[in-house]
């Protein structure tokens, strides 16, 4: 039986001298791992269809293993990735941590939303990179089961102070009253930025603005956070990094 769904290719790898697998993350299946027959043959006209990034219609049907793309009709190939290395680099981190958070048959449909809307970003050029990384990894953690206790300090309960203290290992900030070693010292504007970013609505998760010193605090929390949870080796991560 044949199924169209509408998903992101993440990730393609060879198969044999001809074939290719791809990933796609959809909102119906989550990922879906699926074959592209012949994908390298001149005349396929599911090659350029079926490539890293491309964000379409996919005709699938059950193989005796796995799925098998039947047909590919592209909505967005994201070109403008490709015109400069930093973006793109940030974009192949988002599809491996999407990899390696997504769960296959479980419906995702934010996870699709914050994708595309971080790749639309990328293209576009005008929001701050910073800003994109730090609000990926936090809502893309707190969609996958990983949101960090925010709501008010651990040992106390107080909403607020300024700054307050984000502890990396145990996933939970504590007011300046309650500072614990090893925490990183978070200024209040940074902890509304990390609420902002992992309980606000999916379209509107990029929306804020820190200053440079503060989007920085942001930026070293949300990947060390990420790091302490994710146990795989970010290869995308280290390659982007190695650009700035």
């Known amino acids: 039986m044949q199924q169209t769904v509408k998903g992101l290719i993440i990730r393609e790898q060879s198969i044999g001298e001809s074939d290719r697998l791809v990933t796609l993350l959809t909102g119906d299946f989550g990922l ?20 890293l990034f491309v964000y379409g219609d996919f005709t699938l049907y059950r193989g005796r293993d796995a799925y098998v793309i039947d047909s590919a009709q592209p909505i967005e190939i994201f070109f403008d990735l490709r015109q400069d290395i930093e973006r793109l680099a940030l974009a192949q981190y988002f599809a491996q941590l999407t990899y390696f958070l997504g769960a296959q048959e479980q419906p995702a449909p934010e996870t699709l939303r914050l994708v595309l809307n971080a790749l639309h970003l990328l293209c576009k050029g005008e929001k701050d990179m910073r800003i994109i990384k730090a609000a990926v990894e936090m809502r893309m953690l707190t969609l996958g089961g990983y949101m960090p206790n925010l709501l008010a300090c651990y040992r106390c309960g107080t909403y607020e102070s300024d700054p307050m203290f984000f502890d ?18 978070a200024p209040l504007g940074v902890i509304s930025a990390l609420r902002f970013i992992c309980l606000s609505e999916i379209v509107k998760v990029f929306s804020f603005t820190l200053s440079d010193e503060n989007l920085d ?21 280290e390659f982007y990094k190695s650009l700035i």
């Open 168 to 185: 990396v290992e145990e996933g939970c900030i504590y007011c300046k009253d309650c500072f614990r070693n090893n925490a990183i010292t």
């Open 32 to 51: 879906v791992r699926a074959f592209v027959r012949r994908a390298k043959t001149i005349k396929n006209q599911n090659l350029s269809a079926t490539s």
């Open 217 to 237: 605090i942001l930026c070293d929390i949300s990947e060390k956070y990420l790091l302490s949870r994710i146990d795989h080796k970010l290869t995308t991560l």
